[in-house]
């Protein structure tokens, strides 16, 4: 079946380095991909998206770029601030999952000033 | 405009007792999401349903838990008895779907700290 994996956390960096956080995933058909943040104490939220390969999703200064060929929806970020500090989640939705989202483990970020 | 809206925001019971978690989605979006968050388990899909019909509830551990939508801006979740294993931070989200897909972007609330003991 359908599968999401992330790196494991926590990723602990000082403030403005370069992120990476890794994620692959399994898919029967042609997924979207997409990244959610978790803030502490707080819900939820679509940070960036990607529907077709080679498409990059980017909002705040984070990106991730759609790669077929290795499978894979890294997302990264030029220089971290402490407000970034939050639990990322990759996810997918593809057919062969009937369009429900499925989620990666989520890979704690901690950013130190 | 008010986000999703779950109540309580924490809660606090003993086994044994029962349990029931609300959630108000946003004024029209059709689908609607519960999930639970544990440190072992991560994120998991309880039952999400769609123009208010359950469409899957196959994440949903225990014939103990249930979940309706009575109405387009209503659902509930009840564990009936609660157990400690239950106890976790459960989330609905809620959004915007056509044609059988379930993957436009949710909006979760601010979850539901669950404490059975």
């Known amino acids: 079946g359908d599968s999401v994996t992330q790196m494991e956390g926590p990723v602990t960096l000082s403030e403005e380095a370069f992120l990476t956080i890794n994620c692959t995933y399994t898919a029967t058909g042609y997924p979207s991909l997409f990244w959610y943040v978790q803030y502490p104490g707080e819900g939820l939220q679509l940070l960036l998206k990607?529907?077709?390969a080679d498409d990059k999703g980017s909002n705040k200064g984070f990106e991730a770029t759609y790669r077929k060929e290795t499978t894979s929806f890294h997302l990264e970020k030029g220089s971290v601030q402490v407000s970034d500090s939050a639990v990322y989640f990759c996810a997918l939705s593809d057919p062969g999952s009937n369009y429900q989202l499925i989620w990666g483990a989520g890979t704690k970020l901690i950013i130190k000033p | 405009d008010a986000g999703v809206i779950q109540s309580p925001r924490h809660e606090v019971t003993e086994m044994g007792q029962e349990v029931t978690l609300r959630c108000k989605p946003i004024?029209?979006?059709?689908?609607l999401f519960w999930y639970r968050q544990t440190m072992m388990r991560g994120l998991e899909l309880l039952i999400y349903f769609n123009n208010n019909v359950p469409i899957d509830d196959s994440g949903m551990p225990e014939d103990r838990f249930s979940a309706k939508m009575p109405n387009a801006s209503f659902s509930t979740l009840k564990i009936q008895p609660s157990e400690p294993r239950d106890s976790a931070v459960y989330f609905c989200?809620?959004?915007?779907?056509?044609?059988?897909?379930?993957?436009?972007?949710?909006?979760f609330g601010p979850g539901t700290r669950l404490t059975v003991l």
């Open positions: 990607a529907t077709k």
């Open positions: 004024s029209g979006h059709n689908s």
């Open positions: 989200a809620s959004s915007w779907d056509l044609g059988g897909r379930y993957d436009n972007e949710q909006f």
